[in-house]
């Protein structure tokens, strides 16, 4: 996702650095003249500046986009900490909550720079692919300023993609990491052949209990009915692009979590955020029986077919 910000950005005639962890792969993809691992076949932009060094790389910047992934945010911005403005919008493209802390990723911007930091979330249902092949797509802006959120979003609103505002940042990052464990549990699914009645009814009460810890963490309802959160949670969990789903599938088929992380080329933040999930959800005192039951499977060797059982037999309620 930060290159295809970055492809938006240029696309817009910002001027536009890209920095990485690791300068030698920074500097063959500006060799390359793409995103060689992770988006091959879709040329950078001539105007992108590529700019290995930690001291220069906010020099001069008015807007800068964090694209770690939420487990290393802390040791990266803790390495670009001495270089960075704290008055300079940090958008966030990262989902997941931090393990220990229970962190949102604004939140961990916080916590490293020891300050209030204006943090925006860029998220919704935005498949990179999709992105650099310009099919349309939309997402949200969030942040507790709403003259922040404007700016972001009209900085990369394009033809080709819509983006909307929203100050409830709360619930936009929680929509984003959470779906991402249903995505999970959608993929378990899918390599066990259970249908598209299960998948429908998987998407609904995830959702539900997704909405459920939001508001208890002092999120908007409506946000979770929005691109956010139910447009996010659709798209992970029927896209045989999406990270989680597809590890999910490998589960159902029967691989072991090992072994399916090692079949993934790069990072499935369901996994790490499941167990952060499971904390922030005991501490709310909040039933995520959907959230349990992925946990089980990945880390308390309960079989897929036990995990579903359970939940197919827990007590009779009301919608």
Same mark, same amino acid.
């Given at each position: 996702m930060g290159t295809i910000c970055a492809m938006l950005l240029c696309e817009k !005639?910002?001027? &536009?650095k890209m920095w990485g962890y690791d300068s030698e792969q920074l500097l063959e993809m500006k060799a390359k003249g793409e995103n060689y691992k992770f988006l091959p076949g879709y040329p950078l932009p001539k105007n992108l500046i590529f700019e290995p060094d930690d001291s220069k790389i906010l020099a001069d910047a008015n807007m800068i986009i964090s694209a770690t992934p939420c487990q290393f945010m802390r040791s990266i911005w803790q390495r670009l900490k001495p270089f960075t403005d704290a008055n300079i919008p940090i958008v966030s493209v990262t989902k997941g909550i931090e393990n220990n802390t229970l962190l949102r990723p604004s939140q961990i911007l916080a916590d490293v720079m020891e300050a209030p930091v204006k943090a925006v979330s860029l998220s919704g249902p935005t498949i990179a692919d999709e992105l650099a092949r310009k099919l349309p797509a939309t997402a949200t802006a969030a942040c507790n300023d709403e003259t922040i959120a404007e700016a972001v979003q009209q900085a990369f609103n394009t033809s080709t993609f819509r983006v909307y505002r929203n100050t409830d940042i709360i619930g936009v990052e929680l929509a984003g990491a959470l779906k991402n464990i249903i995505a999970i549990a959608a993929g378990i699914l899918d390599g066990i052949g259970a249908g598209d009645n299960a998948k429908a009814a998987l998407l609904s009460r995830g959702l539900a209990e997704i909405t459920r810890l939001g508001i208890a963490m002092g999120a908007m309802q409506n946000t979770f009915a929005g691109l956010s959160g139910l447009g996010d949670l659709v798209t992970t969990c029927i896209s045989p692009k999406g990270r !989680?789903? *597809?590890?999910?599938?490998? /589960? @159902? +088929? @029967?691989? $072991?979590? *090992?072994? +399916?992380?090692? *079949? !993934? +080329? $790069? /990072? &499935?933040?369901? &996994?790490?955020?499941?167990?952060s999930v499971i904390g922030l959800a005991k501490k709310c005192e909040i039933e995520m029986p959907i959230t349990e039951a992925v946990f089980a499977v990945l880390f308390s060797g309960t079989t897929v077919e036990n995990a579903l059982a359970q939940l197919m037999t827990r007590q009779l309620k009301a919608e």
């Open positions: !005639n910002f001027s &536009v !989680n789903r *597809a590890f999910g599938q490998r /589960i @159902g +088929a @029967g691989m $072991s979590c *090992a072994d +399916a992380l090692k *079949a !993934n +080329a $790069s /990072i &499935v933040e369901g &996994v790490p955020t499941c167990k």
